[in-house]
């Protein structure tokens, strides 16, 4: 597989399968962790499985899946991009084949976490906003019981009331287009950049140097299972390193907040004030959330994309 021409309709298709079977099967953890990392002061949840047994008793079964539409719109061409970049900066480094040194391995991953992010920003932007809609309705409530005001929209508007009462992917982006331009739905791309980059700068090289050690010898693919764990276990380590700079963008996407809940002006502020008003432990909330979601996404990737499944049914049903 390494040495194969990099094909575009392949990796397409490799992450659109990865994708959705690794959406599919995570999705209501990632629900869980933008919940927990979005609650400042009333804390609604105590932790993963409070949040997921609140969630369907609240919202329903699907209530946990809210925002996966976008995840599996958009999932396809972010791992292609992903993936085929990383491909093309490792070939780009390489000398004659030869093996690539660290240094050059992270600038690979630098290359393709700064190529995702045109896919990514968007599609996290609309997702952040469904999955926190259950969070603040299930705070509203809570207010109103105890006599507190309801959370309210500030700081960011994005037009009507009706795209806040019942969210969707199209009203929110139509609603962010209108008022904000194209910028509304990349608000919080720098923050993604910081956070990806150094993502796939550490998840990259790992995966590639624990893949190795399941080659028999030079050049031989890895059997699939170990393909599997090395990209799972590279996943969780790079998820819970880069946790701080999720909890930022996350806190900088978020459109509505909650009642006593901070507004941020940028990166640098937001960072600030986590610190200032929650103290450091803040900055690791969602953690296990992340490498919950991330391992088994990433190795489902790797597996997919290692054994070459689009180039098989390309070659097979071209």
Same mark, same amino acid.
């Given at each position: 597989?390494?040495?194969?021409?990099?094909?575009?309709?392949?990796?397409?298709?490799?992450?659109?399968?990865?994708?959705?079977?690794?959406?599919?099967?995570?999705?209501?953890?990632?629900?869980?962790?933008?919940?927990?990392?979005?609650?400042?002061?009333?804390?609604?949840?105590?932790?993963?499985?409070?949040?997921?047994?609140?969630?369907?008793?609240?919202? !329903?079964?699907? @209530?946990? +899946? =809210? $925002?996966?539409?976008?995840? %599996?719109?958009?999932?396809? &061409?972010?791992?292609? #991009?992903?993936?085929?970049?990383?491909?093309?900066?490792?070939?780009?480094?390489?000398?004659?084949?030869?093996?690539?040194?660290?240094?050059?391995?992270?600038?690979?991953?630098?290359?393709?976490?700064?190529?995702?992010?045109?896919?990514?920003?968007?599609?996290?932007?609309?997702?952040?906003?469904?999955?926190?809609?259950?969070?603040?309705?299930?705070?509203?409530?809570?207010?109103?019981?105890?006599?507190?005001?309801?959370?309210?929209?500030?700081?960011?508007?994005?037009?009507?009331?009706?795209?806040?009462?019942?969210?969707?992917?199209?009203?929110?982006?139509?609603?962010?287009?209108?008022?904000? !331009?194209?910028? @509304?739905? +990349? =608000? $919080?791309?720098?923050?993604? %950049?910081?956070?990806?980059? &150094?993502?796939?700068? #550490?998840?990259?090289?790992?995966?590639?140097?624990?893949?190795?050690?399941?080659?028999?010898?030079?050049?031989?693919?890895?059997?699939?299972?170990?393909?599997?764990?090395?990209?799972?276990?590279?996943?969780?380590?790079?998820?819970?390193?880069?946790?701080?700079?999720?909890?930022?963008?996350?806190?900088?996407?978020?459109?509505?907040?909650?009642?006593?809940?901070?507004?941020?002006?940028?990166?640098?502020?937001?960072?600030?004030?986590?610190?200032?008003?929650?103290?450091?432990?803040?900055?690791?909330?969602?953690?296990?959330?992340?490498?919950?979601?991330?391992?088994?996404?990433?190795?489902?990737?790797?597996?997919?994309?290692?054994?070459?499944?689009?180039?098989?049914? %390309?070659?097979?049903?071209?």
């Amino acid at each position: 597989m390494a040495d194969h021409k990099i094909s575009l309709p392949a990796k397409l298709i490799d992450g659109g399968i990865a994708g959705l079977v690794g959406v599919t099967c995570v999705f209501p953890i990632d629900l869980a962790k933008t919940r927990l990392q979005n609650q400042q002061g009333q804390r609604l949840y105590t932790g993963m499985l409070d949040c997921l047994v609140k969630t369907v008793r609240q919202e !329903g079964y699907f @209530g946990m +899946y =809210r $925002g996966a539409a976008v995840n %599996l719109t958009l999932v396809t &061409p972010e791992k292609a #991009i992903k993936l085929a970049a990383n491909d093309f900066f490792r070939k780009l480094l390489s000398n004659d084949g030869k093996k690539l040194t660290l240094f050059k391995e992270m600038l690979a991953g630098c290359g393709a976490g700064t190529c995702q992010v045109i896919i990514t920003t968007p599609m996290e932007m609309l997702k952040i906003q469904l999955q926190d809609a259950g969070r603040l309705a299930a705070q509203k409530s809570v207010s109103e019981a105890s006599g507190t005001p309801p959370p309210q929209a500030r700081a960011f508007s994005t037009g009507s009331a009706a795209a806040h009462s019942r969210p969707s992917a199209t009203v929110l982006a139509r609603e962010l287009l209108k008022t904000k !331009g194209i910028s @509304g739905l +990349y =608000r $919080g791309i720098g923050a993604t %950049l910081v956070r990806d980059v &150094p993502f796939s700068m #550490i998840y990259f090289p790992l995966f590639a140097n624990l893949n190795r050690l399941g080659q028999r010898s030079p050049g031989e693919t890895a059997p699939f299972y170990h393909s599997f764990l090395a990209g799972c276990g590279a996943g969780a380590v790079a998820a819970v390193a880069v946790t701080p700079l999720d909890v930022i963008k996350t806190r900088l996407q978020t459109l509505r907040k909650g009642v006593g809940e901070d507004t941020y002006r940028g990166t640098v502020h937001c960072m600030r004030r986590i610190w200032q008003r929650e103290g450091y432990s803040a900055f690791l909330k969602g953690a296990g959330c992340r490498a919950l979601v991330i391992a088994p996404l990433f190795g489902i990737a790797q597996v997919v994309y290692f054994l070459g499944v689009g180039e098989y049914l %390309l070659a097979n049903l071209g």
